[in-house]
């Protein structure tokens, strides 16, 4: 209990913590003791020891110490100063500051010693460090070296490593002997050689000056590993026991007569595929049943997911329940509303609308019918929030599950309880005590979750250890294979001839511009400055441009255009990765392609080949490539098989390569990453049952510690 306490304990009894301070680290997610344990390094730095200049290499990352022998005040382009130091080994060390005070300026003066830390780079004439962190030392003194690695870690605006480092420091001295932090039982840890958690927090908050820096720079060191191995652990045991939950609870059993479904399949313009058949007969299955219904269904891109979402959703209707579907992003959920629109307004089938953005009284009109006569809700996460009652929801279908949480999906899952329940948010322990013994049965929603990101099988296994998988794993007929090109960035203005041929032929393109940066502002800048430049070098075109900085209106006013072929080419930013369906669309670019991961061009390339032209993707890059990059772009140009793309993600994403940590689903990990630790998923799972089977009162506790008041399960 000591420990437990201890680990629980606020941020804010911590000596020197104040209410500022606590908001800071709250920024990072860090309000409680244990948040500072488990609050990992991004990397290490050595200053144990001091490298003599002349064993410098170029690329290394090193401390040295030396005299000031030269300095320079420059203004080549903009102010610099360049300093240079030699050492016993009689070598000089030219080190650079482009930013730099009067102070500063001072206090490096000829004859000065000081000590640097920093990147060692090839210069014009010598070695180089530009903006080292240095000190200067006193004249003879020696200054005793740090006795440890220094652990680097990710923090925020107004908090300086030096005072989180000892924050961290200050709570590890709370950290508790093995017998009270310890959870997973030693017998398992033998089997899979994991060290105790004790020893292996303390080892990666404070490393040892031989530690493997290499290893632990990679995650791969045995003690990262044992906080992965346990993280995952973790994660597999709280799903399989929110299923099992969800699996005591009551869902409606929808029996419907099918009217509404063979009428809706009359007017579509298409007959679905054998696959779709299929899947959509699996769903409809298990709606009939009284036992919630949680499948995921996974098909390709352009393999036709929304019909069989809108056979489940009539499915409901005709049973005289709600269904609601919701999308990730605004635009795809409103891509949505207008194809059930257009499907459902024929069967006379009430469609109604909510988004985050819906104000006032269309708000209102929105809230009203959902709690009344409405069918079928179609929205963004705006349908979790408090306040959105629905009369009999009986059915919840999750578009593009990546982009969403477990608790999210659990959120909308409480909507379909008896309202006095769902309205009061957190159970109290008791009735959660109530609900887990199966007294306290309530209704559900079935849950239907579509995705386009094949999980390979490992990830499946635990990730999604609480779903079914159906797969539509056919394409539609008379899909046009897209020709796939990589082109350095060099050849630009050959790409912008391209789609100006392209588009005198009728055809409409894309020009997807990406960024690292999770900013809108910043990726919203770069569309603006291709925009800007694409409107002048192809005068002749009707060009849009759509960003995540846009009002909704105005986005779909640029796609409805573009659907309507008013406008020839779109410049946009990753806002139309999801869903966007315009078959017309045959041509598309993608700025920096080297920088996304391999499900996500995948995802972008899906946009195109939707119609009956020959349709392109050109996959423009920063020259020059890495072979890694090569070689995942090449994987693209191979094949368009996305199950075969997810593998081949897996298998090439080194660690430290830039990867979106949204494929990875819906688990938010804190120290395991998927790509890097799958490896781990068949002992997670032996590890796992061993767990549910003989040490449940463990599993509690693990799922306490690192899934904590987030996790819904226990009321599911
Ligand atoms: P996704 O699985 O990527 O969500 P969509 O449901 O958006 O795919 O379907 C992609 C396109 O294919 C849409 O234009 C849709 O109307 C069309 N489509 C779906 N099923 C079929 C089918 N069986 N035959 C022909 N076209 C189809
Ligand atoms: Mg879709």
């Known amino acids: 209990m000591a420990a437990a306490d201890a680990a629980m304990r606020p941020i804010a009894a911590l000596p020197g913590v104040g209410p500022a301070l606590v908001t800071t680290l709250a920024k990072l997610g860090l309000t409680s003791v244990q948040d500072l344990w488990f609050h990992l390094p991004l990397r290490y730095e050595d200053k144990t020891r001091i490298t003599p200049i002349r064993d410098l290499r170029s690329g290394d990352t090193a401390q040295v110490e030396g005299r000031i022998e030269a300095v320079e005040k420059g203004f080549r382009y903009k102010p610099q100063l360049r300093v240079a130091i030699s050492d016993d080994s009689r070598q000089t060390l030219l080190l650079r500051f ?28 010598s070695l180089e460090m530009v903006h080292p962190q240095y000190r200067r030392l006193a004249d003879d003194a020696t200054a005793a070296v740090e006795e440890r690695l220094t652990p680097i870690y990710p923090t925020t605006e107004g908090l300086g490593q030096k005072r989180l480092a000892a924050l961290i420091e200050r709570a590890l001295t709370l950290l508790p002997g093995d017998e009270a932090l310890e959870l997973i039982p030693e017998a398992l840890r033998k089997v899979y050689k994991l060290s105790s958690l004790r020893e292996a927090l303390l080892y990666v908050h404070r490393p040892p000056p031989e530690a493997d820096l290499a290893g632990l720079a990679l995650g791969l060191h045995p003690a990262q590993q044992r906080l992965a191995f346990e993280e995952l652990l973790t994660q597999h045991l709280s799903l399989k026991r929110m299923r099992e939950q969800l699996r005591r609870h009551s869902a409606p059993a929808l029996h419907g007569d099918g009217t509404l479904r063979a009428r809706f399949l009359e007017q579509l313009p298409f007959t679905p595929t054998r696959a779709q058949e299929r899947v959509a007969a699996e769903v409809i299955r298990d709606l009939g049943h009284a036992t919630p219904m949680l499948r995921l269904v996974q098909g390709d891109v352009g393999s036709g997911k929304t019909m069989v979402a809108a056979l489940a959703a009539l499915a409901a209707v005709e049973a005289g329940y709600q269904a609601a579907l919701m999308a990730p992003t605004e635009l795809l959920a409103e891509q949505h509303f207008r194809h059930f629109h257009k499907w459902m307004t024929p069967l006379a089938v009430n469609v109604v609308w909510l988004a985050g953005k819906l104000k006032g009284k269309a708000r209102t009109a929105a809230l009203a019918s959902i709690a009344g006569t409405a069918q079928i809700a179609i929205g963004t996460h705006a349908l979790m929030q408090e306040g959105v009652t629905f009369r009999d929801l009986g059915l919840v279908i999750i578009d593009e599950q990546h982009r969403f949480g477990v608790h999210q999906r659990l959120a909308l899952r409480d909507k379909g309880r008896a309202p006095h329940q769902a309205a009061r948010g957190r159970d109290t322990d008791a009735e959660r005590q109530h609900t887990t013994d199966g007294c306290n049965l309530t209704h559900v929603p079935h849950q239907l979750v579509l995705t386009a990101t094949p999980i390979p099988r490992t990830l499946a296994m635990t990730a999604y250890a609480d779903l079914d998988v159906s797969a539509i794993d056919e394409l539609p007929p008379g899909r046009t294979p897209v020709t796939t090109v990589a082109i350095a960035n060099t050849r630009r203005a050959e790409v912008i001839e391209r789609i100006r041929v392209a ?26 400055v291709t925009f800007a430049e694409l409107t002048a070098a192809l005068p002749q075109l009707r060009i849009g441009i759509v960003h995540g900085r846009l009002k909704s209106a105005e986005k779909q006013a640029v796609m409805d255009a573009f659907n309507a072929g008013q406008l020839a080419l779109i410049v946009a930013t990753t806002v ?37 032209a020959e349709s392109s993707c050109v996959f423009l890059y920063q020259a020059p490539l890495s072979g890694m990059a090569r070689q995942r772009l090449d994987v693209l140009r191979e094949t368009s098989d996305g199950f075969r793309i997810a593998e081949k993600d897996l298998e090439l994403r080194g660690p430290g390569e830039v990867l979106g940590t949204r494929q990875t689903g819906q688990l938010s990990l804190r120290i395991a990453d998927l790509a890097r630790d799958a490896y781990l998923l068949p002992s997670v799972q032996r590890a796992g049952a061993v767990m549910l089977r003989d040490h449940p009162e463990l599993v509690e506790r693990l799922i306490a510690r690192w899934v904590g008041h987030a996790a819904r399960y226990a009321d599911a």
């Open 576 to 612: 139309i990765e999801v869903g966007v369906d315009v078959p017309n669309a045959s041509l598309m670019i993608i700025e920096n392609a080297e920088r996304l991961g391999l499900a996500q061009l995948h995802q972008l390339r899906g946009r195109v080949g939707r119609g009956s």
């Open 98 to 125: 482009f930013h730099f005070n009067n102070a500063q300026a001072m206090q490096l003066a000829v004859g000065a010693r000081l000590r640097c830390f920093g990147e060692v780079r090839h210069g014009a004439n």
């Open 503 to 528: 588009c005198a032929g009728g055809r409409q393109a894309y020009w997807v511009c990406t960024l690292i940066e999770e900013s809108e502002v910043l990726q919203a800048q770069a569309a603006e």
